[in-house]
């Protein structure tokens, strides 16, 4: 039996010919390509592979570089599945776009104290919004994608793991290219989906820069029975809520990531659990298991025994991200409440029908659930908006919006089972501060021994003030 499995060997196997010389192996090519391919006259194994279409493909997948997901192949693969029903923007969509934003900014300016956010607006096509938000995909999938090769290497038992050493650069493109269809594939679906920028809960766009993509727009009204200009308004309303908070709130952005990504550093794989888990499962099949047979095969995969299990760690960090983003969005759905009021007669159910979106795994929930293995729904959703509502109309908006000041004042997950108290221990903490203002009025805090005032009397031997002793009269 051959030491060189998979055929892999000289170009000329017959032993005689190799002793007399004709087989000898070309140093060019130690693996005998060039027999396949008409002899070493073409050139080495990779000239001959680059010169042929599917070849080259694979050779350029292979040369990635880039990071752990090829985002070459993710951005290729994704427009691919948008090519057949994609719609470039017209003049009239940029248009129509900023008009919207520009009024419902207008609008927002009479129900929160944050300032517009927005710099510039766009209209884009669904290929727009893939190739503006890959920078933003990058930064926030890239870690995750190492963690998780990370983790699977350190679970290889030490002889597979040494086995695997020199193929180690290999195995790393090779997970770039699975990383890359799989998000790409992902992002594909998303962008057939989404309607602004903002609509995965994330700042996905360039700073300063509000987007709505018309042709979801279009699909998002479909069966709404409602004026185009009512629903474009009334998204324009939740993007330009989105970029208020985004904008001026300066450490919100970076606490949503951080929240993903202390999710992907507590990924571990258990490779005794795994083994164990997999005996269960294959046990346990009628039969036996046979790799053979492809149902079999996708029974074990279906069982979840080669899923990471669920770490303390990352159920805080998952707790932390739901009600990061359910403060996010339930603020946003406040605000844009408060400005359509009367100004849009179909509010009410165009914001029934978003809700409806999220809860049945809208654009978000699949979104972190494909690319970061994250099963996220609104449940804290409506707790969130119960407090945003209940603090504007019992100490007005200026306070409602004051919260977002420092991370350390936001409603925890805690405080989301009873916003009710919540919102009520802030009417206590503002009648606290107020009395504090008023008993410290004229005092100096400072502690700066050299200021103006006058300066301390002295004690005398006596215990009197000014050291002259007693008087009497």
Do not use: C
Request: glycine share 12%; no cysteine.
């Amino acid at each position: 039996m051959s030491d060189l499995p998979f055929g892999f060997g000289p170009a000329d196997r017959d032993p005689q010919r190799r002793d007399q010389g004709g087989g000898g192996q070309d140093p060019a090519d130690p693996f005998g390509f060039g027999a396949l391919f008409g002899g070493a006259g073409g050139g080495s194994p990779e000239d001959l592979l680059g010169k042929m279409p599917l070849f080259a493909e694979l050779q350029k997948l292979m040369t990635w570089s880039g990071g752990p997901v090829n985002w070459d192949l993710a951005r290729q693969g994704a427009i691919s599945q948008l090519a057949a029903g994609h719609q470039p923007t017209s003049a009239a969509e940029q248009a129509q776009v900023a008009e919207a934003l520009r009024l419902a900014d207008l609008w927002l300016d009479q129900v929160t104290e944050l300032p517009s956010g927005i710099e510039r607006t766009v209209a884009w096509s669904r290929v727009d919004w893939l190739e503006q938000t890959l920078p933003a995909w990058g930064a926030l999938v890239d870690p995750l994608a190492e963690r998780v090769v990370a983790a699977m290497t350190s679970a290889l038992p030490a002889e597979a793991a040494a086995m695997a050493g020199p193929l180690s650069g290999v195995m790393g493109r090779m997970g770039g290219v699975m990383f890359g269809a799989q998000v790409g594939q992902a992002l594909g679906k998303l962008a057939d989906e989404v309607v602004t920028s903002t609509d995965v809960g994330l700042p996905l766009a360039p700073a300063g820069t509000a987007a709505l993509v018309p042709q979801n727009v279009d699909a998002f009204r479909e069966g709404l029975d409602r004026p185009a200009e009512e629903v474009r308004l009334f998204l324009a309303l939740r993007e330009a809520a989105h970029h208020r908070l985004f904008a001026h709130v300066p450490w919100l952005r970076q606490q949503l990531t951080d929240a993903v990504h202390a999710y992907a550093r507590g990924i571990h794989v258990d490779a005794d659990a795994i083994q164990r888990g997999l005996e269960d499962a294959m046990g346990g099949m009628e039969g036996g298991f046979d790799p053979q047979d492809p149902d079999k095969l996708q029974q074990l995969l279906g069982s979840g025994v080669l899923e990471p299990a669920e770490t303390p760690e990352q159920k805080s960090a998952l707790r932390r991200l739901e009600t990061l983003l359910a403060l996010v969005e339930g603020w946003v759905d406040v605000v844009v409440a408060e400005a359509a009021g009367q100004r849009l007669p179909g509010h009410g159910a165009l914001a029934e029908t978003m809700r409806r979106r999220r809860a049945s795994g809208g654009p978000a929930e699949q979104t972190f659930a494909t690319l970061v293995g994250l099963e996220l729904r609104p449940r804290r959703l409506r707790d969130a908006a119960a407090v945003w509502g209940a603090m504007a109309a019992q100490h007005g908006t200026e306070a409602r919006d004051q919260l977002w000041s420092h991370p350390d004042l936001l409603p925890t997950a805690d405080d989301l089972d009873e916003p009710l108290d919540f919102v009520g221990r802030q009417g206590r903490r503002s009648e606290e501060e107020d009395e504090f203002d008023r008993l410290t009025a004229g005092l100096d805090l400072s502690g700066d021994a050299s200021g103006d005032g006058p300066a301390p009397e002295e004690e005398g031997p006596d215990g009197d003030r000014d050291g002259r002793g007693p008087q009497v009269g």
